[in-house]
C-alpha cells in the first residue's frame, strides 16, 4: 500500500517540472510530462486497487509524516486506503487523464499551453490529498487547494476582465462554503478531541440521535458542501465559471471538484445518520436546487451553459438521494454523471473548436454531418443522462428514485420533474446543434472539421463508460452471485431502509423511462420537426427563467451593496476621520522630533564643543545630587 503515496505525488512533479522549466519545452513535451503524471497515477490507483481487493479489502492508513501536536493529538499527514476512496481515486486519475490527453489537442495553439498543464496537474493533487486524507485536516487541505485551483484555471485567459470577475466570483462564493466547513472542523474538535476519521467515528457511534452537537457539526459540513458542490445559495458561480478553457470545465464541473461535498458527506454518513434534521434539509435543499437549475437550463443558448446548469440539476438530484440516506445510489449517480458530463463538455469543445469560438447554438444546426465521431459520442452522452436504458444514466438514476420514493413520495415528484426537464433541455441542445441545416457564418462553414484524434479519442472511451457504466448497478443475481450490486457490495454504506415491492419498483422505473422519451420526443417535435429558434425577446416564466431566478441581482442588493454602503460609511467616519489622523499624528510628531534632533548634527564646532561641556557639568551635577 506504500505506492498509494505515489499516487498525489506525480501530478505535484508534473506541475512542477511544467512549471518552473515548460517555457523551456516544447509543446509535445509539456502534454507528455501532463498526461504522463495522471497516466502513472492512474496506473497506480489501479494496482493498489487490485492489491486491495485481493487483499481482502481492509482498510489501510498510509502514514507519511506527523503533521500537527496539539496537545496529546498528534495529527498525521497520512492516506487512507479503503473502497471509497479507491473508487474517487480511480475517478480523479482515469478521468482526469482522459481530459490532460484532451487538452493536448484543444490548448495546442494557446501561448501558455505550460502553463495550463501546470494548474491542472496541481489541481489533480490537490484533488486526490481531498478524497485520499485519513483525517479531516488534510481533507480540508486539498479542498482549499482545488478552490485555489479553479480560480487559477476559471481566470486562466486573465486578459478579458470578465474572466476574472469569475473567478473570482467562484473563489468568494467557495469561501463562504469553506468557512461552515473549517467552524465545523472547530467544533468537532472541541467535541472528539480529533479529527481523525476512525477516531470520530468510533466516538460518534456512542452518541444518540439528534444529539445537538452533532446536529451542529453536520450543518456547518453541509453549508461546505453547498460550496463545493453548488447547490442554493451557493451555486451561481458554476455557471459563470465556463469563462474557463472547456477542459476545465469537463475536469473541475463535471468530474471531480463539484463532486466533493457529496464525497464530504458519504465519508461522513455515520455523522449525518445521526442528525435527521440535517438529512432533512439536504434532501429539500438539493430538491429545490435541482428543479431551478433544471429550469434555467431549458432556455440557456450558450452550450456550455446548457451543461453547467445540468451539472447543478444533476448535482441536487444526487443531494436528495444523500438525504433520504442512499448513499450507494448516490455515489453510483456520481460516477456515471462523471462519465456522460465529461464526455458533453468534451464534446461541447469539440463544437466550439470546429465552429471557430462559437458557443450560441441558435448559431449552429447541421453539425453531424461535418463532425460525425462528435455527433456520435454526444448523443450517447445525451441518452445517458436523460435516464435511457440501457445507457448508464437510466441505472444510476431509477436507482435514486426508486430510495427517493421510498422515503417521500413529495421529493419523488420534484425529482422526476427535474428527470423529465433534463431529458428535454439536453435533447432541445442536441437537435439545435445537430439537426436541419447550419445556421452559422459562411466562413464557419468553411472551416467545420472534426477535431483531432487527440481530442475524439477520450470522447470515444468516456462514451464507452457513460453507454456501458450502468453494469456497477446490475443486480449480481443475475450472474448467480449474493444480493444487491457490484457497487453496493464493495461501498458497505450504511444506507438506509430500502422496503419497495418490485411491481412497485417496475412501475416506477417505467414511469420514469415514458417521462424522458416523451421530453425526448417533445424537443424533437420542436426544435428539429418544427425547427423553432429560442426566441430573442420572452415573456411570462420564462423571463424568470432567462433571468436565472434573478439570484445574482437579489444578492447584488440584499448582500452586495448594503456591505459596500456599511465599507464606505467605515471608511469615511472611521478611517477618515480616526485612523487617519492618529496614524498622521504619529508620523507629524515623528517629523518633529527628527527636526529637533536633527540639530545635533549641524557640523558647528562651537556647538559640539558647547555640548561637551554643558554634558560634563550635567554629570558633574547628577554625581553630586546622587553621592549627597
Known amino acids: 500500500m506504500n505506492l498509494a503515496l505515489l499516487i498525489p505525488v506525480l501530478p505535484l512533479i508534473g506541475f512542477i517540472i511544467n512549471g518552473l522549466f515548460g517555457k523551456n519545452l516544447s509543446k509535445s513535451s509539456v502534454g507528455l510530462i501532463g498526461s504522463g503524471a ?16 485481493s487483499g481482502g479489502s481492509a482498510a489501510t492508513t498510509v502514514k507519511a509524516f506527523d503533521w500537527l501536536v496539539i496537545g496529546d493529538t498528534t495529527l498525521s499527514f497520512s492516506f487512507f486506503v479503503d473502497q471509497l476512496s479507491l473508487i474517487m481515486m480511480s475517478l480523479v486519475t482515469g478521468v482526469g487523464f482522459l481530459i490532460h490527453v484532451y487538452s ?11 502553463r495550463f498543464f501546470a494548474y491542472l496537474n496541481l489541481f489533480v493533487f490537490f484533488m ?12 480540508f487541505t486539498g479542498w482549499e487547494g482545488v478552490g485555489f485551483c479553479s480560480y487559477l484555471l476559471i481566470g486562466f485567459w486573465y486578459k478579458t476582465p470578465d474572466y476574472n ?11 463562504i462554503g469553506d468557512l461552515g466547513f473549517i467552524l465545523g472542523l472547530f467544533v468537532m474538535f472541541s467535541e472528539f478531541g480529533s479529527l481523525q476519521f476512525t477516531e470520530v467515528f468510533a466516538d460518534a457511534a456512542q452518541y444518540s440521535e439528534g444529539n445537538p452537537a452533532i446536529l451542529g457539526i453536520t450543518i456547518l459540513l453541509f453549508i461546505g458542501a453547498t460550496g463545493k458542490s453548488a447547490q442554493l445559495p451557493l451555486f451561481t458561480w458554476l455557471p459563470d465559471a465556463m469563462a474557463g478553457p472547456t477542459p476545465v470545465s469537463a475536469l473541475i464541473h463535471a468530474a471531480t471538484m463539484v463532486t466533493a461535498g457529496i464525497y464530504l458527506i458519504v465519508r461522513s454518513h455515520i455523522l449525518f445518520n445521526l442528525a435527521p434534521e440535517t438529512m432533512c434539509i439536504i434532501a429539500w435543499v438539493g430538491a429545490i436546487t435541482a428543479l431551478v437549475a433544471a429550469t434555467i437550463a431549458v432556455v440557456q443558448n450558450d452550450i456550455k451553459k446548457v451543461l453547467a446548469y445540468s451539472t447543478v440539476s444533476q448535482l441536487g438530484m444526487i443531494f436528495i438521494a444523500l438525504g433520504v440516506g442512499a448513499y450507494t445510489s448516490s455515489m453510483f449517480h456520481l460516477l456515471t454523471h462523471a462519465f456522460f458530463k465529461a464526455l458533453l463538455f468534451l464534446g461541447a469543445g469539440s463544437v466550439i473548436h470546429a ?3 462559437e458557443q450560441d447554438i441558435r448559431k449552429m444546426g447541421g453539425l453531424k454531418k461535418a463532425l460525425p465521431l462528435t455527433h456520435i459520442t454526444f448523443v450517447i452522452g445525451c441518452i445517458a443522462i436523460a435516464g435511457i436504458p440501457p445507457f448508464s444514466g437510466f441505472f444510476s438514476k431509477d436507482e435514486m428514485l426508486a430510495h427517493i420514493f421510498n422515503d417521500s413520495p413529495a421529493l419523488w415528484v420534484v425529482a422526476s420533474a427535474t428527470s423529465a426537464l433534463t431529458a428535454f433541455y439536453m435533447f432541445r441542445l ?4 445537430f439537426s436541419n441545416g447550419f445556421r452559422g457564418t459562411d466562413h464557419q462553414k468553411h472551416h467545420l472539421h472534426e477535431s483531432p484524434s487527440s481530442m475524439t479519442t477520450p470522447l470515444v472511451v468516456l462514451a464507452v463508460l457513460a453507454a456501458f457504466g450502468g453494469v456497477l448497478g446490475l443486480p449480481l443475481e443475475l450472474f448467480g452471485l449474493e444480493h444487491g450490486h457490484f457497487l453496493q457490495n464493495f461501498l458497505g454504506l450504511e444506507d438506509s431502509s430500502f422496503d419497495l415491492s418490485h411491481e412497485t419498483e417496475i412501475f416506477l422505473m417505467l414511469g420514469a423511462v415514458a417521462l424522458a422519451v416523451a421530453s425526448w420526443l417533445l424537443a424533437k417535435r420542436i426544435y428539429k420537426e418544427k425547427q423553432t429558434l429560442p426566441a430573442e425577446n420572452v415573456t411570462g416564466i420564462q423571463k424568470l427563467f432567462v433571468g436565472k431566478y434573478f439570484l445574482d441581482e437579489v444578492y447584488e442588493k440584499v448582500i452586495i451593496r448594503p456591505f459596500q454602503l456599511l465599507g464606505n460609511a467605515l471608511y ?10 492618529v496614524v498622521n499624528a504619529f508620523g507629524t510628531l515623528s517629523v518633529k522630533k527628527g527636526n529637533f534632533v536633527k540639530q545635533l548634527q549641524q557640523g558647528n564646532t562651537g556647538f559640539y564643543i558647547f555640548g561637551i561641556v554643558a554634558g560634563v557639568v550635567l554629570i558633574l551635577v547628577a554625581n553630586l545630587i546622587w553621592f549627597r
Open 38 to 53: 495522471i497516466l502513472g497515477a492512474f496506473i497506480c490507483t489501479v494496482v493498489v486497487f487490485v492489491s486491495f481487493v
Open 104 to 114: 493536448v489537442g484543444y490548448m495546442h495553439d494557446d501561448e501558455n499551453y505550460n
Open 128 to 139: 486526490l490529498l481531498l478524497v485520499m486524507g485519513d483525517n479531516y485536516l488534510v481533507l
Open 165 to 175: 470577475d469569475a473567478a473570482k466570483k467562484a473563489f468568494i462564493m467557495n469561501r
Open 355 to 357: 465552429m471557430s469560438g
Open 430 to 433: 442536441y437537435f439545435l446543434t
Open 572 to 581: 469615511i467616519f472611521i478611517e477618515e476621520r480616526v485612523i487617519d489622523p
